[in-house]
């Protein structure tokens, strides 16, 4: 029993050494997202479905639900880092409950560092990643509305 306690004593002590090394480098923003991220997963049978791969290798998947002109649900999935984590968090709750010109227009690389209180300058990709899966996401709503038909077929 003293094992368990000790080694549950340990790794909660790792943990905190962990997060006190991490605020020297990021903002509590990034941190919660990080530790509490939301929006997180699939959405079947999508409106609109974004793919892309960041030049760190990480993969931001996002997908969109609309109802009429306003994005009703928007969730991700990504194999990435902390900081992709949280900028994929954060763009899909600027998304949500806007039109989709406001999100075409205000979800950018820009708006995700700052609503993030900044990134490293190493981390800067992953806001551009998040940034891009999502206009990607919206593309492909545009996509299938000139195209409805293709909707019941698709796949993700």
């Known amino acids: 029993m003293t094992k368990d306690k000790d080694l549950e004593k340990f790794q909660k002590a790792l943990q905190e050494q962990i997060l006190e090394q991490a605020r020297k480098e990021y903002s509590e923003e990034v941190i919660e997202r990080w ?33 009429q ?6 969730t ?18 600027l998304a949500q409950g806007r039109s989709f010109q ?11 560092l700052k609503k993030l209180g900044g990134l490293p ?17 919206l593309a492909d709503v545009l996509h299938h509305r000139q195209a409805p038909w293709k909707q019941t077929y698709r796949k993700t």
Do not use: W
Request: some cysteine; proline content about 2%.
């Open 35 to 67: 530790m509490n991220p939301r929006n997180m997963g699939k959405i079947d049978n999508p409106d609109g479905y974004g793919k892309v791969v960041g030049v760190c290798g990480d993969t931001i998947e996002i997908f969109i639900r609309m109802e």
């Open 69 to 74: 002109d306003t994005i009703a649900e928007c």
């Open 76 to 93: 991700f999935v990504t194999d990435g880092c902390g900081a992709t984590l949280s900028c994929a968090t954060m763009a899909t709750e």
């Open 102 to 112: 406001e999100a075409l227009a205000t979800v950018s690389t820009d708006v995700i």
């Open 121 to 137: 300058e190493s981390n800067v990709h992953c806001a551009q990643l998040a940034s891009q899966s999502l206009r990607h996401a």
